[in-house]
């Protein structure tokens, strides 16, 4: 089970799907939903800050963050060199552009899942590899 877990997404009916299908799934003892990256930001600033006390173990950031300062992409760039890695981040999108998944993969993305209603059945096989993301030995994969 993955202790805690960030989702950095505008659409805030999404935060409702993701809270269930994680809920369902039993994937996380605590989930905390932002709606910009730039409230993430401020976030991942005062856990560096603070020696990464509350820090998530795992962070979703969408890929398009509308009103926000800088994309998901830019996010994931930002939490891996500004404020230290140490916890699992990818993206969670409804694209699947490949020049964008090769963006985020640069940028410490390790992995990218396919954005639906229907989440369920890839945030199952994401648990299923997560201690894989959490040793660093699992490569960069797509969940669709």
Same mark, same amino acid.
């Given at each position: 089970?993955?202790? !805690?877990? =960030? =989702?950095?997404?505008? @659409?805030?009916?999404f935060?409702? #799907? *993701? ?14 939903t #932002?709606?910009s ?7 991942f ?13 795992? #962070? *979703?950031?969408? =890929?398009?963050?509308?009103g926000?300062? *800088?994309?998901? &992409?830019?996010?994931?760039d930002?939490?891996?060199h @500004?404020?230290?890695?140490?916890? #699992?981040?990818?993206?969670? !999108?409804s !694209?699947?552009?490949?020049? @964008? &998944?090769?963006?985020? %993969?640069?940028?410490?993305?390790? *992995?990218?899942?396919? %954005?639906?209603?229907d989440?369920?059945?890839? =945030?199952?096989e ?15 994969k797509?969940? %669709?």
């Amino acid at each position: 089970m993955i202790e !805690s877990i =960030l =989702l950095v997404d505008d @659409e805030n009916l999404f935060h409702l #799907v *993701f809270e269930d299908a994680c809920s369902l799934l039993e994937i996380s003892l605590s989930l905390q939903t #932002v709606s910009s990256s730039d409230e993430a930001a401020k976030m991942f600033k005062k856990w560096y800050e603070s020696n990464n006390d509350g820090k998530p173990e795992c #962070v *979703f950031v969408d =890929l398009n963050i509308i009103g926000s300062s *800088f994309n998901g &992409i830019e996010m994931v760039d930002k939490i891996n060199h @500004e404020y230290g890695n140490g916890c #699992v981040i990818g993206i969670i !999108s409804s !694209s699947d552009d490949h020049q @964008e &998944i090769e963006k985020a %993969k640069k940028a410490g993305a390790q *992995f990218w899942i396919i %954005k639906s209603d229907d989440i369920e059945p890839r =945030l199952e096989e994401f648990r299923n590899d997560y201690d894989g993301y959490v040793n660093k030995t699992n490569p960069f994969k797509i969940y %669709k």
